[in-house]
């Protein structure tokens, strides 16, 4: 580490000083926010994004997260923030972090975000600089496809040598305002000891808390264990959920009489589905990394993939026995879907059990009302139409209201008070007991 210890300290005083240039590559739910927090901390900070729509939002001061307001954008602007589709923009960064999408393409793991990154990244390197990823991924991705791809790309600069590289898994709870980047935990890693601590500084600059883990692979398994373990407990609780029915049993009750032994027990809740980046993917991430490692497979999460997977499915099949009940077939009924985004008080659809929900109750010939607050887009792909309120007149003409996510902005006791039946997969109506409710 001889070659880079005097970088490294030129590094660490630009960072203390707030004179680091900071390039944040992916400007979403996560490296928006790192922009603004970086920003807001003193860095200079250019955002980049490949997509030019989101690059025109965000020059206008115009921002599409509930987690960034126009007026922490337009002050950001103010300080000196660039957004932009032009990756010479970068050129000359001090810390580069990339914050971009990492999907499934046909069940398997897609880093060809991250990749594509890397090489933009790369071509901008120079000596003594830092890179960070935060995209999450399984273990090995920083040291085994990163570092290569950034040694190719910046003409043979070596990771650790040259260069610092570490991870930092993201901990963005889109919506969530009392968990937020700066006072949630950030874990920390480098290829190296120099490495983290640079990694560690630069976070340090605005999250409370930094964690120092030993290696990137550590870091990278840190974050898979944290979303299996929800994936694992909300499959088991949704499985729960089914067999209640069946049974006659109030789950939601049991799970609450549950939740009073104070040791031994962490209280899941039963839904339609998981939905965002996080649980569909990320544990998929794990498994196929122990397979093609190992392999072996990885139990736990292929059986909660399948239940998880399954449960919009389920939704389906409860909405047709219910409509069965009162004499109605799906074919020709109006049926209102409140909540199109995955998760409560958010715009985030990604991987939404509403879109398998209202794509399954179409081609079944059903009339579909889509009502959602935070989602913007008045058209979905599907020819969707979106409203951001649920009339009287069409709750009342509703053949079935099903609640998919909880917004705290409806109108329950309205909604209840004048729809005919309600499927509520969230225990949130139940206030008024007139008995048109039926719970997942």
């Not at 991705?141 to 260069?163: C, H, I, K, N």
């Not at 999460?301 to 219910?322: F, G, K, T, W, Y």
Request: net charge negative; aromatic share 6%; hydrophobic share 45%.
């Amino acid at each position: 580490m001889a070659e880079v210890r005097d970088p490294l300290r030129s590094l660490l005083e630009r960072i203390s000083a707030r004179a680091a240039k900071v390039a944040v590559v992916g400007q979403g739910y996560v490296g928006l926010v790192v922009a603004m927090r970086a920003s807001e901390a003193g860095f200079p900070v250019v955002g980049y994004d490949i997509d030019r729509e989101r690059v025109k939002w965000l020059r206008r001061g115009e921002s599409y997260l509930e987690d960034v307001t126009d007026q922490e954008l337009r002050e950001a602007l103010d300080r000196g923030y660039v957004a932009t589709d032009d990756p010479a923009d970068m050129s000359g960064f001090d810390v580069a972090v990339i914050s971009v999408p990492t999907p499934l393409r046909e069940e398997l793991p897609d880093l060809g975000a991250v990749e594509t990154a890397a090489r933009t990244v790369g071509r901008a390197l120079r000596p003594g600089a830092l890179v960070i990823l935060e995209s999450t991924t399984y273990p090995g991705t920083t040291e085994e496809l990163l570092a290569p791809v950034l040694t190719e790309e910046s003409g043979g600069l070596v990771a650790g040598r040259d260069f610092l590289l570490g991870y930092s898994p993201e901990r963005i709870d889109p919506g969530n305002p009392t968990h937020r980047l700066e006072n949630t935990p950030k874990i920390v890693s480098g290829v190296d000891e120099a490495s983290r601590d640079a990694v560690a500084a630069f976070f340090g600059a605005f999250v409370d808390e930094v964690v120092a883990v030993s290696s990137p692979a550590v870091a990278e398994l840190s974050k898979l264990i944290e979303n299996t373990f929800r994936h694992v407990n909300i499959a088991l609780v949704n499985e729960l959920a089914m067999f209640a029915a069946a049974l006659r049993v109030d789950v939601w009750e049991a799970i609450d009489a549950a939740s009073t032994k104070p040791f031994g027990f962490m209280p899941f809740r039963p839904g339609p589905g998981v939905g965002g980046h996080c649980l569909p993917i990320d544990p998929t991430y794990l498994s196929w990394r122990v397979k093609r490692q190992l392999d072996e497979t990885f139990r736990f999460v292929e059986l909660a993939n399948d239940v998880n997977r399954h449960m919009p499915s389920h939704i389906v099949s409860r909405i047709q026995a219910i409509l069965n009940e009162a004499k109605l077939a799906v074919n020709g009924s109006r049926i209102v879907v409140l909540g199109y985004s995955y998760k409560p008080n958010t715009a985030d659809a990604r991987e939404s059990p509403a879109r398998v929900i209202v794509k399954q109750l179409s081609e079944l010939g059903a009339d579909v009302a889509i009502v959602d607050p935070h989602v913007r887009a008045p058209t979905l792909s599907n020819g969707a139409h979106v409203m951001a309120d649920a009339p009287d007149e069409l709750v009342a003409a509703a053949d079935l209201v099903v609640l998919v996510t909880d917004h705290d902005a409806f109108d329950y006791d309205r909604i209840e008070g004048r729809a005919g039946r309600i499927f509520d997969t969230r225990r949130r109506f139940g206030g008024l007991g007139r008995g048109n409710v039926t719970y997942l």
